[in-house]
């Protein structure tokens, strides 16, 4: 039978709310069609009596059902929005958060002149394609080692048109011999193991590669803050977003390495969440 927008709207938000708390199921009922539709938000308003044709219909009531098997919104629509900057996003990747953008801000302070960056674990792009956008005269390189993750990295790179990145597979620094550089960002992966979280919700879509990072969820932390110095200019800076919990044993990772002037930055949830710290050669 055929139905209106408000009635597909309606049917969408009562269902969409055994799953997400009824503000985010009329935003997300609301987002599914006008995907499908390929319309805004005024003209859903605006033409709410208008009859949905048959086929936007179905196609509408298919995204709707992946969405009720948990499916996080950015995979169904295929694209994030990061730090102003439209993302494709697929499984092979994690889905931007906003919480990274915290990192972004404290990177784009640090750029006074060009300076060489490297992204570690760059997933869509998003912390890479950010600075590369801002910074244009900075050189950015980025790397992962996921292909699939790289090719979506690739596409993002294509469509913003940035020249000044460079993306390349490598298992953090393993192909980066005799490269340095003046600032290093990385969001890697810092969730324990065993964290239940994992198998739950949105992160349950996402690739574990992305996420999991040895018993204590420092592993990746660990290796990149011990391998760094030797990838880092004198007064270079490793800048890394971490687990709200970790802050303390990060800047300890620092200190045993040798950084000087480590500091925790707060995310938008007031959580502690990069640690930054400055490599001085004496
Ligand atoms: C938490 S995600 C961050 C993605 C992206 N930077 C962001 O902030 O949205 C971590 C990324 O690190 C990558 N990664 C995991 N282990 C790696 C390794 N040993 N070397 C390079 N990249 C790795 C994963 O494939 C994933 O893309």
Not at 33 to 39: K, N
Not at 186 to 194: G, H, L, R
Not at 221 to 230: E, K, L, S, V
Request: charged letters at 15%; glycine letters at 6%; one cysteine or more.
């Amino acid at each position: 039978m055929s139905q209106t927008v408000q009635q597909l709207l309606q049917t969408a938000r009562q269902q969409l709310a055994q799953l997400v708390p009824a503000s985010e199921a009329s935003i997300e009922a609301q987002i599914l069609l006008m995907h499908t539709l390929d319309v805004n938000r005024a003209w859903l308003l605006a033409h709410a009596t208008d009859v949905v044709p048959e086929k936007s219909t179905q196609d509408f009531t298919h995204l709707l059902q992946r969405r009720l098997q948990g499916e996080p919104i950015a995979y169904i629509l295929g694209y994030r929005e990061f730090f102003g900057l439209k993302l494709a996003v697929t499984s092979d990747t994690l889905i931007p958060r906003p919480d990274t953008e915290t990192l972004v801000e404290a990177a784009l302070q640090k750029i006074m002149q060009p300076l060489q960056i490297l992204d570690l674990g760059t997933g869509t792009g998003a912390i890479a394609l950010a600075l590369a956008w801002h910074a244009p005269q900075s050189q950015v390189t980025a790397v992962d080692a996921s292909e699939g993750a790289l090719r979506v990295a690739e596409k993002n790179r294509h469509c913003l048109q940035l020249d000044n990145v460079t993306l390349l597979h490598s298992h953090w620094f393993s192909a980066l011999a005799n490269q340095a550089f003046d600032l290093i960002v990385s969001n890697p992966p810092y969730i324990e193991a065993a964290d239940q979280h994992l198998s739950q919700g949105d992160l349950r879509f996402e690739p574990l590669s992305a996420l999991a990072a040895g018993e204590d969820g420092l592993a990746d932390i660990r290796q990149i803050i011990t391998q760094a110095p030797g990838h880092l200019n004198d007064g270079g800076w490793l800048m890394l977003e971490h687990g709200y919990n970790q802050a303390e044993a990060v800047q300890n990772l620092y200190q045993i390495a040798g950084f000087e002037h480590i500091q925790t930055l707060r995310d938008l949830g007031d959580n502690p969440r990069v640690t930054l710290a400055q490599w001085l050669v004496i």
